[in-house]
């Protein structure tokens, strides 16, 4: 009895080892061939990763940092430089008249307006700006690392996109609104006037065209050429100025035949009651396109060149030293 008593008892103690082993088991000891097991952290195991935000939130985000890394460039103060002095013009002209009424505010206001803010500020902005919110990551190789974050490409280049208007905008209607109040100095122009503030009011959504036209053709420059500006620089102001002298059809391939179609209709003679009579039987020239049709056709420009940025940064294959195809 006390022999058949011990092997039960060593049966049942080898069965409870085993049903031990069986249910924790124990991790192997590592071997030269087999590296040592690390656990992951909480964070990367299945289940516990955070949850991924949406297009919007991707959004906001490349938005929030384009427009950080605008604000700190030193080009942005040279701009907003650029973009304040003609206020000057108009202070600078009271002075050096001889007389009190020797220029007339309206005439002076339209004419920076038109020649400056829109023909010239607008597109140098758009190159300043969006020319390089692509081509920077490009040139400084950090477009791998960008890339890597899980968001849209589609959400980063419109986001930056936002970062540009946001900035431009700000720099050129506030020049505008700080020129017609320095224009206001001289005659036949008025803040309490509704037509001279109608009138600004124009000029103001004619910028916002201007800027999103440019600005995205711009953007559509930095990501298919390795040298915006200056592809920028021959088109926006070679190109246009050499297509509005040729006869033809040919100016309707530039950006400034469609944001000239918006400009106000005889601007200068506002305060003349038979011309504000006929206004709405003025003719324009044939080959001049409505309102209506230019604001189709800028944001067609805007809408076609950051699609053709999206499909060039969604199909470009980005390496550490340079962009695969480019």
């Known amino acids: 009895m006390t022999a058949q008593h011990e092997d039960h008892m060593n049966t049942t103690n080898n069965s409870r080892e085993t049903g031990l082993t ?15 097991t690390r656990l992951l952290p909480d964070w990367l195991r299945p289940g516990n990763q955070p949850a991924r935000g949406g297009y919007a939130v991707a959004l906001r985000a490349s ?18 430089i650029i973009a304040f002095l003609p206020v000057l013009i108009p202070i600078a002209l009271a002075f050096l008249s001889t007389s009190r009424f020797a220029e007339s505010g309206n005439e002076v206001f339209v004419r920076l307006i038109e020649e400056l803010h829109i023909n010239v ?17 490009i040139e400084a190789r950090t477009m791998p690392y960008i890339l890597t974050r899980p968001l849209p490409r589609s959400a980063w280049v419109i986001g930056r996109f936002c970062a540009f208007m946001i900035v431009a905008s700000a720099i050129l209607l506030i020049s505008a609104a700080l020129t017609f109040g320095a224009s206001t100095i001289h005659e036949n122009l008025s803040i309490s006037n509704p037509i001279d503030i ?6 103001l959504a004619v910028m916002v065209m201007a800027l999103l036209a440019y600005g995205a053709f711009a953007v559509f420059l930095g990501a298919f050429t390795k040298r915006p500006i200056v592809y920028g620089v021959i088109l926006l102001y070679g190109w246009q100025r050499l297509a509005t002298q040729i006869p033809g059809l040919v100016d309707f ?4 035949k469609y944001t000239d179609a918006l400009l ?9 009651v038979q011309i504000q009579t006929a206004i709405g039987s003025f003719e324009r ?13 800028l944001l067609f420009i805007m809408a076609a060149s950051l699609l053709a940025t999206i499909i060039a940064v969604t199909c470009r ?10």
Do not use: N, W
């Not at 109608?198 to 000029?203: A, E, K, V």
């Open 317 to 326: 294959e980005y390496a550490a030293d340079r962009a695969a195809g480019g």
């Open 22 to 36: 069986d249910a924790v088991p124990q991790a192997a000891a590592p071997t030269a061939d087999t590296p040592p």
């Open 264 to 272: 106000p209709v005889m601007a200068t003679q506002r305060h003349v």
């Open 63 to 80: 938005c929030g940092h384009a427009l950080v890394m605008l604000t700190r460039r030193k080009r942005l103060l040279l701009a907003a």
């Open 121 to 137: 500020f607008a597109p140098l902005l758009a190159l300043f700006f969006a020319g390089m919110l692509v081509a920077e990551d």
């Open 285 to 297: 020239e044939v080959f001049q396109v409505s309102a209506a049709k230019a604001v189709m056709a």
């Open 253 to 256: 391939f530039t950006i400034k």
């Open 198 to 203: 109608y009138l600004l009011c124009h000029y």
